[in-house]
């Protein structure tokens, strides 16, 4: 690449190292860790995923009991969380809710330093930051939704796992089986996915040795736009909108006669498919058959089967979690802050890695404005 090369989006720049995780494109394929994501999704919890994201280790059972105790330890919500969420208008976006919480909690976690210089932490200070935001995500993104529907908040339950009490708090029912496990695999899924926009926010912020809430707020900003996370939700008002399978090629035919873009396919990255698609799309079907709910996969496999006939291009993680959140019963807009909750463990393990290695992240850039011109009355100083 020349000097003054212009990478527009950054596509196709390798802004540093990391050994978080590696996604490759031509073996369509996904590690954390050097772990496949599928077989992470398969055989283990979000908890111990988050572990080895953090740790670079799975955990022992002996380590992962230990998290867990812990993360039971920090699920309730403060009171000034729980405040500064029912001061926010109903109607106010739950990624709002989730941002303006984690702010909070950050700065209850942060009060009484006075130098800026030492905001940033040690290294155990931030991982147990980390692990408490991952534990208090659950009660935040539940209590919004509970609250919107009218409903009280329920308390976390202690003899429930991460992704039953995630389900039992925003239900306020024991969920099934079958249930908690597609939720956990989609949390696994979402966990983690190298340099994407809002871990590169997150890191971008910590490389100025501003705090971890700093770094997570801004991620969370950046993953709310319908490019990136907030596709998700998108993908749903897409199936809202187009209404059943028989009704897709009218629907598509105008989408892309008005130059639409059909959300939830298309990846940066990934061009000939997403890794992860597969293993979620299977915990799709777990679930459409749960709920014996056919019309949804009908609508699913329709729309991904002309779309991709017609452009090439297709679906990304986010079209199989949108319909698989929305039969578990979370509103179109909680599917984002679900994907928060997910991130959070790749973020904070993006966060701990660049405080491990920084160099303040400051790219350049070309100038395309006017040249250089001058205030007609201006005098300089003698
Ligand atoms: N629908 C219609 N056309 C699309 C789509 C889509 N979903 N995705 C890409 N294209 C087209 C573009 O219009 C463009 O066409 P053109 O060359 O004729 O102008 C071409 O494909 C290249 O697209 P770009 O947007 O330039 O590709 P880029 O790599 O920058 O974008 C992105 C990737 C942003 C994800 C894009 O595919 C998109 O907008 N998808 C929809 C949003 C989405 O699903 N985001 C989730 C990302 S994954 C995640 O966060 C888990």
Redesign the pocket.
């Given at each position: 690449m020349a000097d003054n090369e212009i990478k527009k989006?950054l596509?196709g720049v390798i802004a540093d190292e990391t050994a978080v995780s590696k996604v490759n494109p031509e073996t369509n394929s996904l590690l954390y860790r050097g772990y496949p994501v599928q077989e992470l999704a398969a055989t283990q919890s979000f908890e111990a995923v988050a572990y080895l994201l953090w740790h670079g280790e799975l955990p022992t059972d002996e380590q992962l009991d230990e998290q867990r105790a812990t993360e039971r330890a920090h699920r309730a919500l403060a009171p000034e969380v729980k405040d500064a969420i029912d001061r926010l208008p109903l109607d106010s976006h739950p990624m709002d809710e989730v941002r303006t919480a984690v702010s909070v909690i950050g700065a209850i976690e942060t009060a009484g330093i006075s130098n800026v210089l030492d905001a940033v932490g040690t290294p155990e200070e931030n991982l147990q930051r980390s692990l408490q935001l991952f534990a208090a995500l659950p009660a935040i993104v539940s209590y919004g939704q509970r609250r919107r529907r009218g409903l009280e908040a329920v308390d976390s339950r202690d003899d429930l796992d991460y992704a039953a009490n995630f389900l039992w708090l925003t239900f306020g029912e024991e969920p099934d089986a079958v249930v908690v496990d597609a939720f956990n695999r989609s949390m696994i899924l979402?966990a983690e996915?190298s340099f994407?926009?809002s871990t590169f926010t997150a890191r971008v912020i910590t490389s100025t040795l501003s705090d971890l809430y700093s770094a997570v707020v801004g991620a969370i900003g950046a993953?709310k736009g319908?490019?990136?996370?907030?596709?998700?939700e998108?993908?749903m008002h897409i199936f809202d909108e187009i209404g059943g399978a028989s009704e897709v090629s009218g629907w598509l035919d105008k989408a892309?006669a008005e130059?639409?873009?059909?959300?939830?396919?298309?990846?940066?990255?990934y061009k000939r498919g997403?890794s992860?698609v597969p293993t979620m799309k299977a915990a799709l079907d777990t679930l459409v058959a749960h709920y014996d709910r056919p019309d949804v996969a009908e609508l699913y496999e329709t729309l991904e089967r002309e779309?991709v006939e017609r452009?090439g291009?297709y679906p990304?993680?986010?079209?199989p979690s949108g319909p698989a959140y929305n039969l578990i019963g979370y509103d179109t807009l909680t599917f984002t802050p679900l994907?928060v909750a997910a991130r959070i463990s790749g973020w904070t393990a993006h966060i701990l890695e660049q405080q491990a290695s920084n160099a303040l992240i400051r790219p350049l850039s070309a100038y395309n404005g006017p040249d250089e011109r001058h205030i007609a009355e201006y005098e300089p100083d003698t």
């Open positions: 989006g596509a979402y996915h994407n926009a993953l319908p490019l990136h996370g907030g596709a998700n998108a993908v892309l130059k639409r873009k059909i959300m939830g396919f298309g990846h940066r990255v997403d992860r779309f452009k291009i990304n993680l986010d079209y994907f």
